[in-house]
C-alpha cells in the first residue's frame, strides 16, 4: 500500500472514530449544549487547527456564537458573542439555503471556494470538487482582521431552515481539502439529528409545562364548591412571568324580571354594579379625572372585538407602538407595564369578560463582537472584535407562539369557570325571588306566632307574678302575727327572769349555807351556768325575732302588693330585700365557700317604676349569677370563689334621657357569643331539666325595655364573667297598668 493510501486510509478511520464518538454523545445525553460543546472539540482535534465553532442564527438574521473549542488560544474566544445580520451577507445566506454550499475561504491564496452538497433535483451527491474564484476584498480584510488565515464553514439545517453553522478557523497554513470538506459534512449531519431530538424533546417539555400550567389553573377554578377566581388569576399571572394582571367580567347579569341578561358591554356602561374586578400585581393607574375609571370600560376593546365571532388573542408588544391604545396610554406611564395580553373570554358568541396579563419593560445587555456601524457596513469591513456591550433600556418583550398557545387553552378554562358561576348566580337569583315569596306568604302566619309566643309569656309572666305575690304575701301575713306576739312578750320575759335572778341572789346572801338537797340539786343543774347563760339565750331570742321581722318585711317589700302602680321607689331598698331573701344561697355551706356581695351604690334619687315587677328582674339576674357560680364551683376544681358586684349610678338614655343605671356582675365562667345572642329568647335556658324555665331573662327583658323604656343587655366572653345592664328613666313618659 502506497502512503497516500495509507493516510487516507487513517484519515479515515479517524474520522469514522469522531464520528462513532459523536453518535455515541448524542445516543448517551439529550443535553443539545453538551452535544455541541463536544462536537467543537472533537472536529478540532480532528482537523488539527486553530477554533472550531457553533454559530447559531436569530430571527432577524443575526447570530450568536453558543459553541466554542480553541488550541491553546491561538485564536480570540467569541464565545456568547453575537454578530450582526451584514456580517453574513443576504447572497451568503440565500447559498447556504438554495445551493447547500459548503464555503471554503484561504486568505494566502485569495482565494474562496464553494462545494456543493447535493444536487437538488436528484437528491445525490455532487462529485465535482471545491470551485474556487477570488475572494472578495471586503470579505479577506474581515478574515484578517479576525486573524483567520483559513475557515471552513459548514451550513446546518434543521427542518429545511439554515440553523446556523460550523465554523473552522485556522491562524496558520492549514489548507482545507475536499476530505476535510466531507467530515465536517458527515458530523453536521449527525448535529442535524441532534439539534431535531433536542427540539422535539424541547417541545415535549415545553408541552408538559403547559398542560401542568393549564390542569393547576383548572383545579383551582373547578374544584371548589365555588368559583375562586383569585388564585386561578394569581397562578395565570405567574405562569407568564407577568408583573400584574386583571380578570373582569360581568356580575349579577341575570335580570330575574325581564327574564335576560346583559352583554358585557351593558354591564361595563352601567358601572361597577355590574361588573366584578379581580386584580394582582401592578396596575394601570387610570387618572380620576378621567371618564371611565376602568381600563376595561375604553372603546378600544369593544372596537376590536366588535361582534363578528373573531375573538382571538390579542397579544400587544409595545404598549406605546399601538395607536388603538393612545387614550389608555396614559394610564399605562406612571408604571413599567409595556406589554398586554388581552384574552377575550367567549361563550356561544357572547363575551362574558376579559382576562388581562401585564409584563414590566425590561433592560436587556447584548456583547456584540466589536462595534458596527448599520449605515456603512456595505462600505467598510469590520476591522474590531473586540467586545462591545450594548445596553438598551425600557425594552418590550415578546409575545412567544407557544404563550399564546398556552393564553389560548386558559382561556378556555376561565370562560367554562365564569359560564358555571354566571349560572350559579341566576340559579341563586331564581332561590332568592322564590324565598321572597315564600316570605311574603308566611309573614302573617309569623307576625301571629310571634304574637302567640308573647302572649303565652306573658300569661306565664302575670300567673308566675300573681302566685308569687301573693305566696310571698300570705306567708308574711303569717310569719307576722306569731313572730309579733313573740317580740312583743320577749320584753316581759327578760324582765321577769331579772327579777327572779334578782331574788335567787338575795337568798344567796342572806341564806348563804342552805340545804345540802339544794346544794346537790343547784350542782346537778349547774346553777351558776344557768345563771349565766340565760340572758345570753334571751338576748340570741330577740335578735333572732327581729331577723324574722326583717325578712318578713323584705317579704313585703319584694312582693309591693301595696305598690301594683306605678310609683316613686327607692332602687337599693328593692335590691337588699332581694339579697336578704336570697342570704341563704350567699352564705358558705360545707360544699361550697359562699358567694361574696360587693356593693357599690351610687347616690341615686327615688325612681318612678313599677317595684314589684322592677325586684322580680333583680331576682331573675342575681339568682342566674348564683347559679351559674355555683355550676362553676362544681365544674372546676380549683375555681376562684364566687363574688357578685352590684353597682349603681346616674346616667342618661340617648344622651337626653336622665336615667339610673345598675350592673349587675359576676366572676364566673361567663358565656360564648352563640349563648349571649340567645339569651333573652323565651324558654332558652343553659340549667340542667327541671332546673328552670328558660323565662326568666325574656320576662325581665320585657319589665325593662317593654315596661320601663329602659335598656336591658348582657355583656360576656368565656373565662371573662357576666355583666347585665340594667338602665330605666327616672320618670316615665306613660304611666300603663
Keep these: 500500500m502506497s502512503p497516500r493510501a495509507k493516510h487516507d486510509l487513517q484519515l479515515r478511520l479517524e474520522q469514522e472514530n469522531l464520528l462513532r464518538r459523536i453518535v455515541n454523545n448524542i445516543r448517551r445525553t439529550l443535553s443539545l449544549e453538551e452535544i455541541l460543546t463536544t462536537t467543537v472539540a472533537e472536529v478540532r482535534s480532528l482537523l488539527g487547527i486553530d477554533r472550531v465553532l457553533i454559530y447559531k442564527f436569530h430571527p432577524d438574521n443575526s447570530g450568536q456564537v453558543i459553541a466554542e473549542a480553541i488550541h491553546k488560544y491561538c485564536l480570540p474566544s467569541l464565545l456568547g458573542l453575537n454578530f450582526p445580520a451584514d456580517d453574513i451577507p443576504l447572497h451568503a445566506r440565500e447559498n447556504f439555503i438554495k445551493a447547500r454550499v459548503r464555503s471554503v475561504a484561504h486568505v494566502a491564496s485569495r482565494q474562496i471556494g464553494h462545494s456543493p452538497l ?69 458530523v453536521v449531519d449527525q448535529l442535524a439529528v441532534a439539534i431535531a431530538q433536542s427540539n422535539i424533546l424541547t417541545q415535549a417539555h415545553q408541552k408538559s409545562q403547559r398542560e401542568a400550567i393549564v390542569n393547576r389553573v383548572a383545579t ?24 400584574g394582571g386583571r380578570l373582569c367580567i360581568r356580575n349579577q347579569a341575570f335580570d330575574a324580571k325581564n327574564n335576560t341578561v346583559r352583554s358585557l358591554a351593558e354591564c361595563l356602561e352601567a358601572g361597577e354594579q355590574f361588573i366584578k374586578i379581580y386584580t394582582i400585581g401592578q396596575q394601570p393607574l387610570v387618572p380620576e379625572i378621567a371618564r371611565y375609571q376602568l381600563m376595561e370600560q375604553y372603546s378600544v ?88 456591550r450594548e445596553y438598551r433600556k425600557a425594552q418590550p418583550r415578546e409575545w412567544t407562539p407557544e404563550e399564546l398557545e398556552l393564553a389560548q387553552a386558559l382561556g378556555k378554562q376561565f370562560t367554562l369557570a365564569i359560564q358555571q358561576r354566571e349560572i350559579y348566580q341566576q340559579v341563586n337569583t331564581l332561590n332568592a325571588n322564590l324565598e321572597n315569596q315564600v316570605k311574603e306568604r308566611t309573614a302573617k302566619l309569623q307576625n301571629a306566632l310571634h304574637e302567640l309566643q308573647q302572649a303565652q309569656t306573658q300569661l306565664i309572666q302575670t300567673e308566675k307574678m300573681s302566685s308569687l305575690g301573693q305566696l310571698v304575701a300570705g306567708v308574711a301575713h303569717e310569719i307576722n302575727n306569731p313572730v309579733n306576739f313573740i317580740y312583743g312578750n320577749i320584753t316581759h320575759i327578760s324582765e321577769y327572769t331579772e327579777d327572779l335572778l334578782t331574788m335567787l341572789e338575795l337568798y344567796q346572801r342572806h341564806y348563804p349555807n342552805p340545804h345540802l338537797e339544794i346544794i346537790e340539786q343547784a350542782e346537778a343543774l349547774e346553777f351558776d351556768f344557768i345563771i349565766e347563760d340565760l340572758p345570753k339565750i334571751l338576748s340570741s331570742i330577740r335578735i333572732g325575732t327581729d331577723r324574722i321581722r326583717q325578712i318578713v318585711l323584705s317579704l313585703r317589700n319584694f312582693s309591693r302588693l301595696d305598690h301594683a302602680e306605678m310609683k316613686l321607689v327607692d332602687i337599693h331598698e328593692g335590691i337588699d330585700s332581694t339579697l336578704l331573701i336570697l342570704h341563704y344561697r350567699l352564705k358558705p355551706r360545707p360544699d361550697s365557700p359562699g358567694i361574696d356581695i360587693i356593693k357599690e351604690y351610687g347616690d341615686l334619687p327615688l325612681v318612678e317604676c313599677y317595684a314589684g315587677q322592677l325586684n322580680q328582674v333583680f331576682m331573675n339576674v342575681i339568682s342566674n349569677a348564683i347559679d351559674a357560680l355555683d355550676q362553676y364551683a362544681a365544674s372546676v376544681t380549683e375555681a376562684p370563689k364566687g363574688s357578685i358586684a352590684i353597682a349603681t349610678s346616674v346616667g342618661q338614655i340617648d344622651g337626653c334621657i336622665p336615667s339610673v343605671v345598675i350592673r349587675i356582675s359576676d366572676n364566673g365562667p361567663g358565656m360564648s357569643q352563640d349563648l349571649l345572642q340567645r339569651v333573652f329568647d323565651p324558654f332558652f335556658t343553659t340549667k340542667p331539666i327541671g332546673k328552670g324555665t328558660g323565662l326568666g331573662l325574656s320576662i325581665s327583658y320585657q319589665i325593662i325595655v317593654d315596661k320601663h323604656s329602659g335598656i336591658f343587655k348582657c355583656n360576656s366572653q368565656v373565662g371573662s364573667g357576666t355583666e347585665f345592664w340594667i338602665e330605666i328613666p327616672m320618670k316615665q313618659k306613660i304611666s300603663s297598668t
Excluded at 161 to 186: I, K, M, P
Excluded at 220 to 243: C, D, I, N, Y
Excluded at 330 to 336: D, G, I, L, N
Design 118 to 186: 447535493r444536487n437538488l433535483e436528484s437528491v445525490e451527491t455532487d462529485s465535482e470538487n471545491i470551485q474556487y474564484r477570488p475572494i472578495d476584498p471586503c470579505h479577506l480584510e474581515y478574515l484578517t482582521a479576525m486573524g483567520v488565515t483559513s475557515s471552513l464553514i459548514t451550513p446546518i439545517f434543521h427542518q429545511e431552515q439554515l440553523w446556523g453553522l460550523l465554523v473552522s478557523h485556522d491562524s496558520g497554513s492549514r489548507v482545507f481539502d475536499e476530505d476535510d470538506v466531507e467530515a465536517v459534512q458527515r
Design 220 to 243: 383551582l377554578l373547578h374544584s371548589m364548591p365555588v368559583v375562586e377566581l383569585q388564585p386561578a388569576l394569581e397562578a395565570a399571572v405567574t405562569a407568564f412571568g407577568g408583573s
Design 301 to 388: 376593546w369593544q372596537e376590536h372585538y366588535d361582534g363578528s365571532g373573531d375573538c382571538d388573542i390579542w397579544a400587544i408588544p409595545d404598549i406605546y407602538k399601538t395607536p388603538k391604545l393612545r387614550n389608555l396610554q396614559v394610564a399605562f406611564r406612571p408604571t413599567k407595564i409595556r406589554s398586554i395580553l388581552m384574552l377575550p373570554l367567549q361563550y356561544r358568541q357572547q363575551l362574558l369578560g376579559y382576562l388581562s396579563i401585564f409584563r414590566d419593560e425590561v433592560d436587556t445587555e447584548t456583547l456584540w463582537a466589536g462595534r458596527f456601524d448599520r449605515d456603512e457596513r456595505q462600505l467598510y469591513p469590520r476591522l474590531s472584535f473586540e467586545v462591545w
